[in-house]
């Protein structure tokens, strides 16, 4: 496959993390606005005669109960228990209609002007299929220092589609990402990224979900 080069930049930490309350705002727009355009597109017709594609997270709660306390210690693994007990809850209940999403919507895939705060591409659709519209933002929680860009992105969202969301959901399909990488990661010998290590990941969670008070 051969695309147009775009020079940009990643919704990478150290952009993320600088970015103004004007600047997160129009971020957080471009953002929505993609998200929208995306999940209104008619799947049947983006999907045509191809098989079904169903987008999962890093991992299930099954094998972070079964393979993460190793990772970290007792009061981190309990923490970890607790939380998958959560996303249980919040996942198993009901489903919200399903629509085509891009998948794996992580900051290095998607390119960025960062002088004008411009959205200038989203690329790498290999993930892209049909699932629950929140796990579209998956990532986003884990762009920045505080949760600002995850709800103004829902905000935005919101007011373009007239869809709700829930940052129940979003904070669920956040965990399974995120455990779910430092999980493989770890088992592989794999750097996790930012130099960050399992027990580190279990940290900022609970830093970003107590400043949600979720979980």
Do not use: K
Not at 37 to 45: G, K
Not at 164 to 172: G, K, P, Q, S
């Amino acid at each position: 496959m051969v695309t147009r080069r775009v020079a940009g930049v990643p919704l990478g930490w150290d952009w993320a993390i600088g970015l103004g309350a004007r600047e997160t705002t129009e971020v957080a727009r471009q953002i929505a606005a993609f998200l929208v355009a995306l999940h209104a597109a008619d799947i049947s017709c983006v999907v045509g005669d191809l098989p079904e594609v169903h987008p999962t997270a890093q991992a299930d709660t099954q094998s972070l109960r079964r393979r993460f306390p190793r990772l970290v210690d007792y009061g981190r693994a309990a923490s970890v228990t607790r939380w998958c007990d959560w996303v249980d809850g919040v996942l198993g209940g009901p489903a919200p209609s399903e629509v085509f999403v891009h998948g794996d919507l992580h900051g290095y895939n998607q390119v960025w002007d960062s002088a004008s705060a411009s959205l200038l591409a989203v690329v790498d659709f290999e993930e892209s299929g049909v699932a629950d519209r929140h796990f579209d933002f998956r990532y986003l929680p884990s762009n920045a220092r505080r949760p600002e860009l995850v709800l103004a992105v829902m905000d935005a969202y919101e007011r373009l589609s007239g869809q709700r969301l829930a940052i129940e959901r979003v904070m669920a399909w956040h965990i399974l990402t995120a455990l779910g990488d430092a999980l493989w990661r770890t088992e592989a010998g794999v750097a996790l990224p930012g130099g960050g290590t399992a027990t580190t990941y279990v940290d900022l969670l609970e830093v970003v979900l107590a400043q949600l008070n979720l979980g």
